[in-house]
């Protein structure tokens, strides 16, 4: 065998040898392609499940009456999860102060404000002071790097929470070798808040994909936030509604039944509440040595403040209409009683009228009320009645006692009393025309003749064709007493 044979063969297996290497080397790198493959898709189908699971959480928490408290958390702890992150903070804005509140700020969150000197010296004899700070410390809605976001409305990726100058020029321990993403969350024209999640470098470096998911995830907690704090405001609103319609049964209870029956005369009464609650009331009273009287109040205002205060009245008027035969004297404990505990925008005007036993005289006194018209059946004319007097809850006590007085008048068969409201002749219709009390008049003495509920009715029918469907802007409320013998 020549050399030259044997070169030839060694050069062949050295091309066999190496063209077996390096088929060897592409299955192993084939392989370990495939393998790394596999480990992204895997990485990508768990990101996709965490996810799943996140949004899963999210569309059962919007339809739960948990408190937003827990949605808070959900998010957070959600979005931690997610980008497999260390910790997360929610700060969301509050319109009454103009802040960003921190609503959720997770244990291992770093820091994202700018942490003041005092908290850095309190830091070194109570680690958890920063901790204290991060979950109370409220931000104004253009301050540091949460600010930022929220003003300009874009995700940020940093890098370096301890290079960023927003934190201020001295960072904390827990900034140092820190990165985050956060993110503004709005729904519509509605800016909610901010979300952010933290991680050491050495533990988690964010990439661009991370910094994709993460936005598809402040979209999506916002959204959720939105609707579950709709969700929320709608059962307060439903709940709210509900006390309201209890309290306006409790009200009704409190007005008259039905009307009364004093001996020589017919009486009829009706309140008709702009709202839900009535500022108005009227009540009927028996008195002591057989007398009888009659009450209407109005009380500036409308709703449940305006609702309890009618409630206290009455209880009062009740309380001091016994002790005293003069309707201004009652008034005035009333009002002694009333004035020191209501605000100092609000008062209440009253008219009380008593009728003695033997019907042959009456006593009215009037809070600064409409005045009382009176319908004489002898001349078909109406009368006003107007005896001075100041608005409940204006003055104290005494300026209130010296100029509300009491005025007595006769009625004689036929004769009809009217007390009402000034929902009557302030109602306006849609071209800004009042009722006024000429029309009020006119509609007694056109329906005085039939009797006090015909009153009652009649001004009532001629008030809602008046308005033409519109409802009328404030309560309604009247009393007719009509002499019969």
């Given at each position: ?239 709210d509604q509900q006390e309201l319609l209890n309290a306006s049964q409790i009200q009704q209870v409190l007005l008259p039944e039905r009307d009364p029956e004093w001996p020589g005369f017919a ?219």
């Amino acid at each position: 065998m020549t050399p030259v044979f044997i070169s030839l063969i060694l050069l062949l297996l050295l091309t066999m040898t190496a063209g077996i290497l390096m088929l060897v080397r592409l299955a192993f790198q084939q392989k370990h392609a495939l393998v790394t493959l596999r480990a992204e898709e895997e990485a990508i189908v768990a990101e996709e499940r965490r996810m799943f699971h996140y949004l899963h959480d999210l569309g059962e928490a919007i339809w739960r009456d948990d408190q937003l408290a827990s949605m808070h958390r959900l998010i957070v702890e959600g979005a931690i999860r997610v980008t497999q992150s260390t910790g997360g903070a929610l700060y969301l804005f509050d319109e009454a102060s103009q802040r960003l509140v921190p609503r959720h700020h997770s244990e291992f969150c770093a820091p994202l404000i700018d942490v003041p000197e005092r908290v850095r010296q309190q830091m070194r004899e109570n680690p958890s002071a920063l901790l204290n700070l991060l979950r109370m410390h409220a931000l104004g809605v253009e301050e540091g790097l949460l600010g930022g976001v929220f003003v300009q409305q874009k995700a940020v990726l940093a890098a370096d929470l301890a290079a960023d100058a927003r934190l201020g020029p001295r960072p904390v321990a827990g900034q140092q070798g820190v990165t985050a993403m956060i993110g503004p969350l709005s729904f519509g024209m509605r800016r909610l808040g901010v979300l952010a999640v933290t991680s050491p470098k050495t533990g988690r470096s964010y990439n661009a994909n991370d910094f994709e998911v993460f936005n598809s995830l402040i979209e999506q907690s916002a959204f959720a936030l939105a609707n579950a704090m709709s969700h929320q405001e709608a059962a307060r609103s439903r709940i709210d509604q509900q006390e309201l319609l209890n309290a306006s049964q409790i009200q009704q209870v409190l007005l008259p039944e039905r009307d009364p029956e004093w001996p020589g005369f017919a009486v009829a009464g009706k309140n008709i509440p702009a709202r839900t609650l009535s500022g108005d009331y009227f009540d009927y009273l028996k008195l002591p040595g057989g007398r009888h009287g009659a009450v209407i109040a109005d009380v500036s205002g409308k709703g449940l403040g305006a609702a309890m205060i009618t409630v206290m009245c009455r209880a009062l008027l009740r309380a001091k209409a016994a002790s005293s035969v003069s309707p201004a004297a009652v008034l005035a404990a009333v009002n002694r009683q009333i004035a020191p505990d209501i605000r100092e925008d609000m008062f209440i005007t009253m008219s009380y009228v008593v009728v003695e036993k033997d019907g042959a005289k009456l006593t009215l006194a009037r809070a600064g009320h409409n005045a009382a018209l009176l319908w004489r059946k002898a001349s078909g004319q109406v009368e006003a009645i107007h005896p001075p007097g100041l608005g409940v809850g204006i003055d104290t006590g005494n300026v209130f006692e010296r100029v509300t007085k009491d005025e007595s008048f006769e009625m004689q068969p036929g004769d009809c009393l009217l007390l009402y409201t000034d929902g009557v002749d302030e109602a306006m219709d849609a071209k800004g025309h009042e009722f006024g009390e000429e029309r009020v008049q006119d509609r007694l003495a056109k329906y005085a003749p039939q009797g006090p509920k015909a009153v009652i009715g009649g001004i009532i029918a001629d008030l809602e064709h008046f308005l033409k469907g519109r409802r009328s802007h404030d309560d309604i409320t009247l009393i007719a007493i009509q002499k019969t013998a």
